[in-house]
Structure formats: structure tokens, C-alpha cells
């Protein structure tokens, strides 16, 4: 059974940068398409971009390139994603993601909460 | 990008009736869409792919239907568990998007 846990919440300021993990047991890691989801307070899901561990390709929506970074660890089955310049707006659940079929996410990590705030 | 979107955004059903959500579609995505489940405080749940194909372990009385750019989720006989907010995902064109959600409520 596949899991994904996240890491825990963040409190940062605008301007700054946050990275958070994404810890995947149970499968084969380095095969799978993992992607970052988040969710604004009251509003919906918002796709950031994914990883493909075995080939090191990453995607990212047009609306994060150049302010995200998707990143992963082979050896201990952990991808990372990095937002930085952070503001107000960000403020959001990040999910992490495995792709079932492209596009489709079968597996979800529990979120981690990032609160950006002066 | 596909922009989706769902109405309503919020269904009064009462438990053992049927509920019909519906997602459209700025442009066709085929049948490349996927509903989620989400109750507060949780991940997503994934309940259909491929517009009508049900997820492992997901209960024959939520199905799928559509293609192109209409689509519709129907739950046959709403459950108490069922009362939560449902997503429909397009992955037919990059970037993946999201509909803005149905909140699925007791009557």
C-alpha cells in the first residue's frame, strides 16, 4: 500500500521561501509521477507541477515557473517542493500527489498547511 | 488553460436521494476527466477517472458520464459519509485544472 506523508506546517514571511517533503513508502518510488496540489482557503484545487524520480523531468504550470521548484531523492523516496518570493496569496494546504494514470492522483499525502505572514 | 466549471456550487440533497453534480469544460478534454471527493480537513479521494471509470473501492452508486465538455457525477442514494465537496480534473491539456467544487449538503 502506497503512503505519502508530508512535512509539518510552516509559518513564513512574505518574501521568503518554504520547502516542504513529501515521504513515500510501499511501490517503486523512482518510477512514479509525483505531483504538488494546493488549496487556497475556501477556493479549489490548484495543479503546481510534478516529478518523475527516474528520469529527474519535472512540469510546472506556467503560473509557478520560475518562483517553484519540484525535487526528488532516490535513496530516501522523498520529494521535495520549493516555493519561494513568497506572499500573502500563497498562504495554502500543499498536497503532494502519485499520478494513477497521467494526470489522474490516486494517492494523496495528508497536506501540510503554509501560512505566510508578516 | 481549460477552465471548469461546476454547478451548483452548493447541493441541498436529503440521505437516500440522488444527487447530480455537473462539470463543463471550456473546451473538449475528451473523456479525461477525473471527480475527487473532499471532506474538511482531508486530502482529495480519487472516485472516477477516465469520465465513468470508478476507482478501487469506490461504491457502484457514484457513477460517471459524459465526454467532450459536459460531464456529470451522480450519486444514486446519498450516504451520510457522501456529504462533502466533489472536484472534477481535467488531464487532457497541461496545465491540469480543477473545477472550483460542489459542496454536497444535508437537506
Known amino acids: 500500500q502506497v503512503q505519502l506523508v508530508q512535512s509539518g506546517s510552516e509559518v513564513k514571511k512574505p518574501g521568503s521561501s518554504v520547502k516542504v517533503s513529501c515521504k513515500v513508502s510501499?511501490?517503486?518510488?523512482?518510477?512514479?509521477?509525483l505531483s504538488w496540489v494546493r488549496q487556497a482557503p475556501g477556493e479549489g484545487l490548484e495543479w503546481m507541477g510534478g516529478?518523475?524520480?527516474?528520469?529527474?523531468?519535472?512540469n510546472y504550470a506556467q503560473k509557478f515557473q520560475g518562483r517553484v521548484t519540484i525535487t526528488a531523492d532516490t535513496s530516501t523516496s522523498t520529494a521535495y517542493m520549493e516555493l519561494s518570493s513568497l506572499r500573502s496569496e500563497d498562504t495554502a494546504v500543499y498536497f503532494c500527489?502519485?499520478?494513477?494514470?497521467?494526470?489522474?492522483?490516486?494517492?494523496w499525502g495528508q497536506g501540510t498547511r503554509v501560512t505566510v505572514s508578516s | 488553460e481549460v477552465v471548469l466549471t461546476q454547478s451548483p456550487a452548493t447541493l441541498s440533497v436529503s440521505p437516500g436521494e440522488r444527487a447530480t453534480l455537473s462539470c463543463k469544460a471550456s473546451?473538449?478534454?475528451?473523456?479525461?476527466l477525473a471527480w475527487y471527493q473532499q471532506k474538511p480537513g482531508q486530502a482529495p479521494r480519487l472516485l472516477i477517472f477516465?469520465?465513468?471509470t470508478r476507482a478501487t473501492g469506490i461504491p457502484a452508486r457514484f457513477s460517471g458520464s459524459g465526454s467532450g465538455t459536459e460531464f456529470t457525477l451522480t450519486i444514486s442514494s446519498l450516504q451520510s459519509e457522501d456529504f462533502a465537496v466533489y472536484h472534477c480534473?481535467?488531464?487532457?491539456?497541461?496545465?491540469?485544472?480543477f473545477g472550483q467544487g460542489t459542496k454536497v449538503e444535508v437537506k
Open positions: 500527489a502519485r499520478d494513477h494514470v497521467s494526470g489522474v492522483f490516486d494517492v
Open positions: 510501499g511501490g517503486t518510488f523512482s518510477t512514479y509521477v
Open positions: 516529478i518523475i524520480p527516474v528520469f529527474d523531468k519535472t
Open positions: 473546451q473538449s478534454v475528451s473523456s479525461d
Open positions: 477516465g469520465a465513468s
Open positions: 480534473q481535467q488531464y487532457n491539456t497541461w496545465p491540469w485544472t
